[in-house]
């Protein structure tokens, strides 16, 4: 029997994953980063098809990583993990460096960046796993602390998107309560759910500066539900 | 250019994956654990070619994975990453539940457990990524958080084991810093290192029932280096 609910207890980080060039770059929000093997360093990436990023990184064949602090802006969060970049530039304001490969590399907010050559591709059916070789690495801001999926969750009370290795189709958790009376308000940008069952202000007294801690969105984008 | 220690920013939880049968059943301490696609659900876990474990797993295709959480003892890291099972039972004395497919789960110090069935295996060097599709999964101990790698090492002060992917050979390591005089003392049964520049009390002041937080080794099995 599978519990759906015990797959959160899994610790992830999350990372911005861009390839491209100068001319065209993008990226998304990836939780699945991770090294494989210390000689060589090689670290594997798990990428949607779907991403508009997954088709750079085949075209390109390297890849950056920017390890997300817990302070990272929520827009980061909303143009790189709930946008797509077919239809506008993810890094237009953001600072960029450009990496030995040429691969861009977003600064902002960031810990850490890894750069990487894909020297291995994997199909595992709805993503790719890409194996890259470490070419390049660096610290960049130490008064922040990397985020973890679970902070994003708990803290941020953000939510997988549906492209991510770990999205959780709520039907499937285990659940014999009884749905409370109260309201669920759902952002019409990310998808976001503030559910006053579990939030300590109820949607309505949020004050009318309020923006959705995920996407940035503001309190009008949401639709009751 | 690559500073390693921008590697230590990626954040993993604190795993034992498991496998065999009633008969032979043995594990290791694993960091890389991820899921990679939610539908079906796969997991990917990364195994050291030289790991007793990673033979089982290439016999039977089946594996287990318990999420280890922060009070976790230290014997479990002592048997279960610095020493083989090839000469003697891991398993022996802990809670052990056979899954649907045989696998030995460990019940021991977890928030949870998935077992997963081998779908897909990916040489990747010095390790093999095994992709197993979810067969079953739990939740167990609510009481206590999952560990991540972090407080492992910040809060347990672990060291990886030679044998993982993310083991920093520490001559790689940045530093200009010169070397301090003051002791550095290592536990002969898991290379933990007691380093008096870095902690708070000097080894020689610690009482004489201390253990290596690490393996549980006693404070005479330091040397000093």
């Given amino acids: 029997m599978i519990n759906f609910e015990a797959l959160s207890t899994i610790s992830y980080g999350l990372f911005l994953v861009c390839s491209g060039d100068e001319?065209?770059?993008?990226?998304?929000?990836?939780?699945?980063?991770?090294?494989?093997?210390?000689e060589p360093a090689k670290f594997a990436i798990c990428c949607n098809k779907d991403n508009y990023t997954c088709d750079i990184i085949q075209e390109k064949a390297y890849f950056s990583v920017?390890?997300?602090h817990q302070n990272t802006a929520a827009e980061i969060y909303g143009n790189f993990g709930y946008r797509t970049g077919k239809d506008?530039?993810?890094?237009?304001?953001?600072?960029?460096?450009?990496?030995?490969s040429g691969v861009?590399?977003?600064l902002n907010d960031s810990v850490a960046y890894l750069e990487c050559k894909v020297v291995q591709q994997?199909?595992?059916?709805t993503h790719i796993l890409?194996?890259?070789?470490l070419m390049g690495a660096q610290l960049l801001d130490e008064g922040n602390e990397p985020i973890t999926y679970a902070y994003y969750r708990e803290i941020k009370k953000g939510l997988a998107p549906k492209n991510a290795p770990t999205y959780i189709d709520k039907s499937k958790l285990d659940s014999t309560e009884k749905p409370k009376k109260a309201s669920i308000y759902k952002c019409v940008v990310c998808g976001h759910i503030y559910d006053d069952n579990i939030e300590d202000i109820p949607f309505r007294?949020?004050?009318d500066d309020w923006v959705c801690p995920?996407?940035?969105?503001e309190k009008e984008d949401f639709n009751k539900i």
Avoid at 26 to 32: H, Q, S
Avoid at 122 to 125: K, L, S, T
Avoid at 214 to 217: T, V, Y
């Fill in 122 to 125: 994997v199909d595992v059916g």
């Fill in 104 to 106: 861009p590399i977003v």
């Fill in 23 to 38: 001319n065209k770059g993008n990226g998304y929000v990836a939780n699945t980063v991770f090294q494989v093997t210390a």
């Fill in 214 to 217: 995920i996407c940035g969105a």
């Fill in 205 to 207: 007294d949020l004050p």
């Fill in 88 to 100: 506008f530039n993810k890094l237009d304001g953001l600072d960029i460096k450009y990496g030995i």
């Fill in 130 to 133: 890409f194996i890259g070789e």
């Fill in 66 to 68: 920017s390890v997300l």
